[in-house]
C-alpha cells in the first residue's frame, strides 16, 4: 500500500527558504503510471496546488508561486521535495504531497497526512 | 479556470439525499474530481473524470455533469458522510479546488 510522508521544518522565518520533503513507501516513484504534486491548504480557506514532477522530471507550476517554487525528485531514494523561495505569512498552511494517478482521467489518489508550515519571526 | 461550488454549507439529516453543485468559468469537459475531507485528515477521493466512482467509495456516492456544471450526490447520508467536500478541475494547468461544502448535521 502506497504511503507519502512529509518532513521538513514547521517553522520558517519571513523571506527565507522552505524546504519539504516528501518520502513515498510501496511503489517506485519511477513507475510511469503517476506524477507528484504538492498541494497546500491555508487554514479555513480551499485547497491549492502548488505543481507537479513527472517521472522523466518535467514540472508544471502554479503561476502564483511559479517565480519563487522548484519541485525535484530523487528517485533513487523515491523522494520528490518542494523549494520555496521568499516566503510570506501568505505561504502559512498545511502543505500535502500528493500522488497523481494517470489516466484518461486523472485523480489525486494518495496523499501525505500534511505538515504545517507557518512563517513568522 | 474558477470553480464555484454551492452550498459553501449544507445541513441535513441521516438518510438524506444531498446534492452539492460545482461550476467552472469555463468549458473542462468531464475533467471533474471530487473529494472528501475530515478535520485534521487529508482529502480522499470519492469521484474521477466527473462520474466514475474510485474503487472502495460507496455506491450511495455518484457524480454527474460535464462542460461547466456538476454535481455530487449522496443518496443516503451516513454518520461518516458528514466532512467538507471539493470538486478540482483538471483540464487545464493549475488544477484549481472549489472553496469546500461543509455539510453538517441537523
Known amino acids: 500500500q502506497v504511503q507519502l510522508q512529509e518532513s521538513g521544518p514547521g517553522l520558517v522565518k519571513p523571506s527565507q527558504t522552505l524546504y519539504l520533503t516528501c518520502t513515498v513507501s510501496?511503489?517506485?516513484?519511477?513507475?510511469?503510471?503517476?506524477?507528484w504534486s504538492w498541494v497546500r491548504q491555508p487554514a479555513g480557506q480551499r485547497l491549492e496546488w502548488i505543481g507537479r514532477?513527472?517521472?522523466?522530471?518535467?514540472?508544471n507550476y502554479s503561476p502564483s508561486v511559479e517565480s519563487r517554487v522548484t519541485i525535484s525528485s530523487d528517485t533513487s531514494k523515491n523522494q520528490f521535495f518542494l523549494k520555496l523561495t521568499a516566503v510570506t505569512a501568505a505561504d502559512t498552511a498545511v502543505y500535502y504531497c500528493?500522488?497523481?494517478?494517470?489516466?484518461?482521467?486523472?485523480?489525486?489518489?494518495?496523499w501525505g497526512q500534511g505538515t504545517l508550515v507557518t512563517v513568522s519571526s | 479556470i474558477q470553480l464555484t461550488q454551492s452550498p459553501s454549507v449544507l445541513s441535513a439529516s441521516i438518510g438524506d439525499r444531498v446534492t452539492i453543485t460545482c461550476r467552472a468559468s469555463?468549458?473542462?469537459?468531464?475533467?471533474l474530481g471530487w473529494y472528501q475531507q475530515k478535520p485534521g485528515k487529508a482529502p480522499t477521493v470519492l469521484i474521477y473524470?466527473?462520474?466514475t466512482v474510485h474503487t472502495g467509495v460507496p455506491l450511495r456516492f455518484s457524480g454527474s455533469g460535464s462542460g461547466t456544471e456538476f454535481t455530487l450526490t449522496i443518496s443516503s447520508l451516513q454518520p461518516e458522510d458528514f466532512a467538507t467536500y471539493f470538486c478540482q478541475q483538471l483540464n487545464s494547468y493549475p488544477p484549481a479546488f472549489g472553496q469546500g461544502t461543509r455539510l453538517e448535521i441537523k
Open positions: 514532477i513527472s517521472t522523466s522530471g518535467s514540472t
Open positions: 473524470g466527473a462520474s
Open positions: 500528493v500522488r497523481i494517478h494517470l489516466g484518461p482521467y486523472n485523480y489525486y489518489d494518495s
Open positions: 510501496g511503489v517506485s516513484m519511477r513507475s510511469g503510471t503517476y506524477y
Open positions: 469555463q468549458d473542462i469537459r468531464s475533467y
